[in-house]
């Protein structure tokens, strides 16, 4: 009975006793929701794809540097397999169409389908010099990913 009463009492003086025992839980910062998505999608998403656009659009540049320098078969096959690596990444891009791409119309200017085929072979046939100045000039559905 004493070591009951003497028990009782040490809990009354020292509340947090039982407390004490306790594992206590770590407090872990948890980083605002929207933030975290943000940064995440911006850093391990588009960062990365619209690098590697770049990258693919300067290798594909060059190798039509080369097949404008040295038309042969190889080249040609080089320039196809380059664009289809472009192409790839442009496509993977096209799930968060927002920012630029879409203010400033990007998209609709790259990816216009379908090809006026009679147009393109027309201006194809051309003796037409394709100048920077000219190919902004010219309708959308004539320059971009497909024609």
Not at 2 to 26: D, M, N, Q, R, Y
Not at 58 to 65: A, P, S, V
Request: glycine share 2%; charged share 20%; aromatic share 10%.
């Amino acid at each position: 009975m004493k070591l009951a009463i003497l028990f009782s009492s040490a809990l009354l003086v020292t509340p947090t006793f039982f407390s004490s025992c306790k594992k206590k839980e770590k407090e872990i910062a948890k980083p605002d929701i929207a933030t975290f998505i943000f940064n995440d999608f911006s850093d391990k998403l588009a960062l990365e794809n619209l690098t590697n656009i770049s990258a693919k659009s300067d290798i594909l540049y060059n190798t039509i540097n080369d097949l404008a320098a040295n038309f042969n078969e190889s080249n040609i096959g080089k320039a196809q397999s380059d664009w289809r690596n472009l192409r790839n990444e442009w496509e993977q891009s096209e799930s968060f169409l927002f920012g630029p791409v879409s203010t400033q119309g990007l998209d609709p200017a790259i990816d216009t389908w379908p090809v006026n085929r009679n147009d393109l072979d027309s201006l194809l046939a051309s003796k037409v010099v394709f100048s920077d100045s000219y190919m902004q000039n010219i309708q959308e559905s004539l320059k971009g990913f497909h024609p």
